[in-house]
Protein backbone atom coordinates (compact mmCIF):
# COMPACT_ATOMS: atom_id res chain seq x y z
CA UNK A 1 0.00 0.00 0.00
CA UNK A 2 1.15 3.55 -0.38
CA UNK A 3 2.64 5.49 2.64
CA UNK A 4 0.91 7.57 4.14
CA UNK A 5 0.93 11.67 3.83
CA UNK A 6 0.46 14.00 6.05
CA UNK A 7 -0.33 17.59 4.53
CA UNK A 8 -1.07 20.58 6.74
CA UNK A 9 -3.08 23.57 5.42
CA UNK A 10 -5.72 21.03 4.05
CA UNK A 11 -8.97 22.60 3.86
CA UNK A 12 -9.00 24.23 0.99
CA UNK A 13 -6.47 25.62 -2.36
CA UNK A 14 -3.11 23.68 -2.64
CA UNK A 15 -3.75 21.36 -0.03
CA UNK A 16 -7.40 20.30 -1.23
CA UNK A 17 -5.73 19.50 -4.04
CA UNK A 18 -2.71 17.71 -2.69
CA UNK A 19 -5.39 15.37 -0.70
CA UNK A 20 -7.36 14.84 -3.60
CA UNK A 21 -4.38 13.68 -5.92
CA UNK A 22 -2.84 11.56 -3.20
CA UNK A 23 -5.95 9.95 -2.59
CA UNK A 24 -7.03 8.81 -6.15
CA UNK A 25 -3.19 7.26 -5.76
CA UNK A 26 -4.33 4.77 -2.69
CA UNK A 27 -2.32 6.60 -0.26
CA UNK A 28 -3.72 7.09 3.45
CA UNK A 29 -3.84 10.89 4.26
CA UNK A 30 -3.71 12.88 7.83
CA UNK A 31 -5.12 16.33 7.06
CA UNK A 32 -4.80 19.07 9.35
CA UNK A 33 -6.60 22.92 9.40
CA UNK A 34 -8.28 25.28 11.23
CA UNK A 35 -11.61 25.28 9.23
CA UNK A 36 -12.51 21.47 10.30
CA UNK A 37 -15.94 21.60 8.66
CA UNK A 38 -14.30 22.29 5.56
CA UNK A 39 -11.28 19.76 6.25
CA UNK A 40 -13.68 16.84 7.27
CA UNK A 41 -15.31 17.59 3.29
CA UNK A 42 -12.17 17.35 1.70
CA UNK A 43 -11.38 14.15 3.83
CA UNK A 44 -14.47 12.84 2.30
CA UNK A 45 -13.98 13.40 -1.07
CA UNK A 46 -10.34 12.40 -0.58
CA UNK A 47 -12.06 8.97 0.39
CA UNK A 48 -14.34 8.65 -2.48
CA UNK A 49 -11.40 9.27 -4.99
CA UNK A 50 -9.43 6.52 -3.61
CA UNK A 51 -7.73 7.24 -0.32
CA UNK A 52 -8.51 3.56 2.06
CA UNK A 53 -7.99 6.46 5.21
CA UNK A 54 -8.18 9.68 4.90
CA UNK A 55 -8.24 11.42 8.74
CA UNK A 56 -8.67 15.12 9.22
CA UNK A 57 -7.72 16.51 12.27
CA UNK A 58 -8.07 20.47 13.96
CA UNK A 59 -4.74 21.97 12.96
CA UNK A 60 -3.39 25.30 13.69
CA UNK A 61 0.39 25.61 12.69
CA UNK A 62 0.49 29.24 15.07
CA UNK A 63 -0.08 26.93 18.07
CA UNK A 64 2.91 24.96 19.43
CA UNK A 65 0.64 22.93 21.47
CA UNK A 66 -1.68 22.48 18.27
CA UNK A 67 1.64 21.13 16.23
CA UNK A 68 1.99 18.65 18.89
CA UNK A 69 -1.13 17.03 19.28
CA UNK A 70 -1.96 16.90 15.73
CA UNK A 71 1.70 15.49 15.06
CA UNK A 72 1.66 13.19 17.79
CA UNK A 73 -1.69 11.44 16.11
CA UNK A 74 0.00 11.73 12.62
CA UNK A 75 2.71 9.52 13.52
CA UNK A 76 0.41 6.80 14.45
CA UNK A 77 -0.62 6.64 10.95
CA UNK A 78 3.47 5.80 9.84
CA UNK A 79 3.62 8.86 7.53
CA UNK A 80 5.98 8.74 4.38
CA UNK A 81 5.78 12.34 3.10
CA UNK A 82 5.03 15.10 4.83
CA UNK A 83 3.88 18.20 2.75
CA UNK A 84 4.11 21.97 4.79
CA UNK A 85 1.60 23.78 2.90
CA UNK A 86 -0.12 26.02 5.33
CA UNK A 87 0.67 29.73 5.39
CA UNK A 88 -0.20 32.75 3.31
CA UNK A 89 0.36 36.59 2.98
CA UNK A 90 -1.37 39.00 5.22
CA UNK A 91 -1.41 42.40 3.42
CA UNK A 92 0.02 44.32 1.18
CA UNK A 93 1.19 47.37 3.84
CA UNK A 94 5.42 48.28 3.39
CA UNK A 95 7.72 47.44 6.38
CA UNK A 96 7.33 50.90 7.74
CA UNK A 97 3.48 50.43 7.87
CA UNK A 98 2.93 46.67 8.56
CA UNK A 99 0.48 45.87 11.40
CA UNK A 100 2.15 43.56 14.48
CA UNK A 101 -0.52 40.99 13.92
CA UNK A 102 0.12 40.45 10.25
CA UNK A 103 3.82 40.71 10.97
CA UNK A 104 4.02 37.68 13.63
CA UNK A 105 1.30 36.34 11.66
CA UNK A 106 3.39 35.75 8.19
CA UNK A 107 6.41 34.77 10.48
CA UNK A 108 4.43 32.50 12.51
CA UNK A 109 2.32 30.25 9.59
CA UNK A 110 4.63 30.03 7.39
CA UNK A 111 8.38 29.31 9.07
CA UNK A 112 7.70 28.53 12.76
CA UNK A 113 4.98 26.46 11.94
CA UNK A 114 6.89 24.49 9.17
CA UNK A 115 9.92 24.34 11.55
CA UNK A 116 7.60 22.92 14.19
CA UNK A 117 6.11 20.48 11.97
CA UNK A 118 9.14 19.46 10.38
CA UNK A 119 10.74 18.59 13.79
CA UNK A 120 7.89 16.66 15.31
CA UNK A 121 8.01 13.91 12.39
CA UNK A 122 11.37 13.79 10.68
CA UNK A 123 12.68 11.60 13.39
CA UNK A 124 10.19 9.14 12.44
CA UNK A 125 10.66 9.53 9.08
CA UNK A 126 14.55 9.09 9.82
CA UNK A 127 14.31 6.31 12.04
CA UNK A 128 12.01 3.91 9.01
CA UNK A 129 14.64 5.36 6.56
CA UNK A 130 11.96 6.11 4.09
CA UNK A 131 10.32 9.48 3.60
CA UNK A 132 9.94 12.71 1.80
CA UNK A 133 9.49 16.89 3.11
CA UNK A 134 7.68 18.78 0.83
CA UNK A 135 7.94 22.28 1.77
CA UNK A 136 5.58 24.70 -0.51
CA UNK A 137 7.30 27.71 -0.38
CA UNK A 138 7.09 30.53 -3.15
CA UNK A 139 8.04 32.49 -6.14
CA UNK A 140 8.51 35.40 -3.59
CA UNK A 141 11.34 32.58 -2.08
CA UNK A 142 13.43 34.18 -5.30
CA UNK A 143 13.02 37.41 -5.45
CA UNK A 144 11.08 40.50 -3.68
CA UNK A 145 8.59 43.21 -4.28
CA UNK A 146 7.11 46.29 -2.58
CA UNK A 147 4.49 45.31 -0.09
CA UNK A 148 6.36 41.55 0.63
CA UNK A 149 8.60 43.01 3.14
CA UNK A 150 7.74 40.29 5.29
CA UNK A 151 6.49 37.67 3.23
CA UNK A 152 9.34 37.33 0.84
CA UNK A 153 11.76 36.98 3.63
CA UNK A 154 10.08 34.41 5.34
CA UNK A 155 9.50 32.06 2.02
CA UNK A 156 13.32 32.75 1.25
CA UNK A 157 13.40 31.56 4.95
CA UNK A 158 11.13 28.21 3.92
CA UNK A 159 13.47 27.74 0.75
CA UNK A 160 16.55 27.96 3.87
CA UNK A 161 15.43 25.33 5.43
CA UNK A 162 14.92 23.07 2.49
CA UNK A 163 18.74 23.39 1.72
CA UNK A 164 19.72 23.07 5.57
CA UNK A 165 17.70 20.21 5.75
CA UNK A 166 18.57 18.50 2.62
CA UNK A 167 22.15 18.55 4.06
CA UNK A 168 21.16 17.48 7.50
CA UNK A 169 19.64 14.42 6.05
CA UNK A 170 22.54 13.54 3.43
CA UNK A 171 22.67 9.49 4.50
CA UNK A 172 19.08 9.09 5.55
CA UNK A 173 17.13 8.68 2.52
CA UNK A 174 15.02 11.13 3.52
CA UNK A 175 14.07 13.54 0.57
CA UNK A 176 13.38 17.26 0.73
CA UNK A 177 11.94 19.37 -1.95
CA UNK A 178 11.15 22.45 -2.26
CA UNK A 179 7.91 23.90 -4.53
CA UNK A 180 7.66 27.18 -5.60
CA UNK A 181 4.62 28.35 -7.58
CA UNK A 182 4.08 32.26 -9.30
CA UNK A 183 0.73 33.64 -9.43
CA UNK A 184 -2.21 30.86 -8.64
CA UNK A 185 -5.77 31.80 -8.03
CA UNK A 186 -6.38 29.96 -5.00
CA UNK A 187 -8.09 31.90 -1.39
CA UNK A 188 -4.47 32.95 -1.11
CA UNK A 189 -5.44 36.88 -2.06
CA UNK A 190 -8.81 36.59 -0.56
CA UNK A 191 -7.23 36.09 2.62
CA UNK A 192 -4.46 38.37 1.78
CA UNK A 193 -6.64 41.08 0.45
CA UNK A 194 -9.71 41.29 1.91
CA UNK A 195 -12.16 40.68 -0.28
CA UNK A 196 -13.17 38.83 -3.28
CA UNK A 197 -13.42 41.56 -5.86
CA UNK A 198 -9.86 43.02 -4.66
CA UNK A 199 -8.65 39.47 -5.17
CA UNK A 200 -10.05 38.99 -8.59
CA UNK A 201 -8.40 41.94 -9.98
CA UNK A 202 -5.10 40.83 -9.07
CA UNK A 203 -5.39 37.90 -12.08
CA UNK A 204 -7.23 40.45 -14.40
CA UNK A 205 -6.22 40.26 -18.04
CA UNK A 206 -3.66 37.01 -17.28
CA UNK A 207 -3.97 33.42 -16.54
CA UNK A 208 -2.56 32.07 -13.52
CA UNK A 209 -1.82 28.53 -12.10
CA UNK A 210 -4.43 26.81 -10.42
CA UNK A 211 -4.19 24.40 -7.67
CA UNK A 212 -4.28 21.63 -9.98
CA UNK A 213 -1.54 22.67 -11.55
CA UNK A 214 0.63 22.88 -8.10
CA UNK A 215 -0.52 19.10 -7.29
CA UNK A 216 0.46 17.88 -10.51
CA UNK A 217 4.17 19.17 -10.07
CA UNK A 218 4.19 18.13 -6.30
CA UNK A 219 2.81 14.23 -7.18
CA UNK A 220 5.28 14.25 -9.57
CA UNK A 221 8.09 14.95 -6.99
CA UNK A 222 7.13 12.50 -4.92
CA UNK A 223 6.40 9.42 -7.28
CA UNK A 224 10.19 9.81 -8.49
CA UNK A 225 12.31 6.73 -7.99
CA UNK A 226 13.93 6.49 -4.35
CA UNK A 227 17.06 7.34 -5.53
CA UNK A 228 15.72 10.40 -7.41
CA UNK A 229 15.34 13.83 -5.01
CA UNK A 230 13.60 16.84 -6.63
CA UNK A 231 15.43 19.39 -4.88
CA UNK A 232 13.59 22.50 -6.22
CA UNK A 233 10.95 23.17 -8.76
CA UNK A 234 9.66 26.69 -9.49
CA UNK A 235 6.08 26.95 -11.86
CA UNK A 236 4.25 30.22 -12.91
CA UNK A 237 2.39 30.63 -15.09
CA UNK A 238 3.24 31.46 -18.87
CA UNK A 239 1.98 34.72 -18.35
CA UNK A 240 4.62 35.69 -15.30
CA UNK A 241 8.11 36.51 -16.34
CA UNK A 242 9.13 37.69 -12.72
CA UNK A 243 7.60 38.65 -9.37
CA UNK A 244 6.45 41.96 -11.21
CA UNK A 245 6.66 41.17 -14.76
CA UNK A 246 3.24 40.08 -15.74
CA UNK A 247 1.61 39.85 -18.93
CA UNK A 248 -2.10 40.96 -19.11
CA UNK A 249 -4.41 41.13 -22.19
Known amino acids: ?24 LGHP ?19 KAGSPRA ?8 VRES ?9 LETPEILINNAGGALGRAPVAEVEDD ?32 INISSLAAHGVYEGGGVYAPVKHAVRAVSQALRLELSGTDVRVTDVAPGMAETEFSVVRL ?17 AQDVSDVVVWA ?11 VVLTPTDQAGLTKVHRR
Open 55 to 62: IALPLDVR
Open 1 to 24: MPGTVVITGASSGFGEAFALAFGR
Open 194 to 210: GSEEKAKSVYAGMRPLT
Open 102 to 133: DLVGMIEANLTGLLRMTRELLPGLIRRKKGHV
Open 67 to 75: IHKFAVAAE
Open 222 to 232: ATRPPHVNISE
Open 29 to 47: LVLGARRTDRLAKVAEAAR
